[in-house]
């Protein structure tokens, strides 16, 4: 990266930090055990049988999977990190080059939101910018960054780079139809 561009954008995030996310939701999962055994109590009333096994065991099951994730997220550092400068965007996202890329601000043509529609109904949706030669690069959210904050600081420098809310399609089948250009 050029030190001589000043930077207008920075998220960073690691996996440590990300772990605490989890561990949040693993202690949900075990409030809401004691929630159970709250409501028992004070209602003066007690659940099925059934239903509170049911109930224990998929909420400690699935706090165990949630304190795993935060236990490997832990000890497997590596770190997020989406740089905007007056020349270039950046996106490191660790472990995968598909959802990492560095291009200049000025070949970025708008944001948007994409799915696919085919017999099998609608895709699995992605976000991320369209650059003017038609190529795509998806901008994950899995870290917790923002998309708008991200359009904003762009644009602040390409006014003319769009963020619409309508999600750009592409469907298959007899009514086929690629992703707008």
């Known amino acids: 990266m050029n030190t001589r561009a000043e930077v207008i954008y920075h998220y960073k995030k690691d996996r440590k ?9 693993g202690a949900a999962c075990w409030l809401y055990i004691a929630g159970l055994y709250g409501y028992e109590h004070f209602a003066k ?28 997220h832990r000890t497997h550092p590596a770190t997020y990190e989406a740089i905007i ?11 995968s080059e598909q959802w990492s890329f560095d291009v200049k601000i000025p070949y970025i043509k708008r944001f948007e939101h994409r799915n696919t529609l085919s017999h099998a109904g609608e895709g699995i ?9 038609g190529s795509f690069h998806q901008i994950s959210i899995n870290y917790g960054n923002n998309l708008k904050k991200m359009h904003k ?10 963020f ?3 999600v750009n399609k592409k469907v298959s089948g ?8």
Do not use: C
């Not at 659940?47 to 999977?65: G, K, M, Q």
């Not at 992605?126 to 030669?133: A, M, P, R, T, V």
């Open 85 to 95: 400068t007056t020349e270039r965007f950046t996106v490191h996202y660790p472990g």
């Open 125 to 133: 949706g992605q976000s991320g910018i369209l650059l003017n030669d």
């Open 164 to 166: 619409s809310n309508k």
């Open 174 to 181: 007899p009514l086929s139809k690629d992703y707008d250009k």
């Open 45 to 72: 009333t007690s659940v099925p049988e059934n239903l509170r096994s049911i109930w224990i065991i998929s909420f400690s099951l699935v706090s165990l999977i949630l304190f795993y994730i935060a236990y490997w």
């Open 153 to 162: 600081a762009v644009q602040s420098l390409k006014d003319d780079v769009t």
């Open 17 to 25: 930090q990300r772990s605490k996310l989890f561990i949040n939701m």
